[in-house]
C-alpha cells in the first residue's frame, strides 16, 4: 500500500468503511464504490457458495498495477481495491472497491476500469457451488 492505494486479499470478511475511509478526503467531491455480493443463481441454477482461490502474490501485483494505472489514467484522488479469498455463502462480498475525485465522473470511470480489468488479469479464480455439482467459472488454477 502507498498513501494513494490501499490493495488487500483476505480471508476475512472485507470491511467497506476501511475502504471508504482510506479514499475520502476533503478535496473530493465524489466517491464511487463497487461491492461484488454472492448472488444466489446464474444461468438458470441455484448457487449454494462460491469458492474463491488465488495465487496471492501475483494477484497482489496485478491488483497494484490496476489501482497504478487507474491513478495515471483517471483524475482520481484514491484507489483500494480489495478481495476476499476461502468460501463465501449468499450475500456475502468477495470484492469491493472504491475510487474517489473532485469530480464523480473520474470516480466512475476508475471504479468500472478497476473491476473490469481485475475480473480480466487477476490469478484470482471462482468456483460456483450449485445444488447440484459445481463448475469453475474462469480458468481453474
Known sequence: MN???SIKITQETLNLQDCYHFVEDDSCG???????TV????QNKTVT??????YEPMAIKEM???????????????IAIHHALGKLKIGDV???????SAHRKAA??????AIDT???TVPIWKKEHFTDGEVWVNSHP
Open 108 to 113: 466512475f470511470e476508475a471504479c468500472e476500469f
Open 30 to 36: 465524489g466517491i464511487a464504490v463497487f461491492v461484488g
Open 94 to 100: 468477495p470484492v469491493i472497491i472504491t475510487v474517489s
Open 39 to 42: 448472488r444466489n443463481s446464474t
Open 3 to 5: 498513501e494513494r492505494t
Open 64 to 78: 497494484q498495477k490496476i489501482a497504478t494505472k487507474a491513478l495515471e489514467k483517471y483524475d482520481i484522488y484514491k
Open 118 to 120: 481485475l475480473k480480466e
Open 49 to 54: 457458495l462460491l469458492d474463491f482461490s488465488g
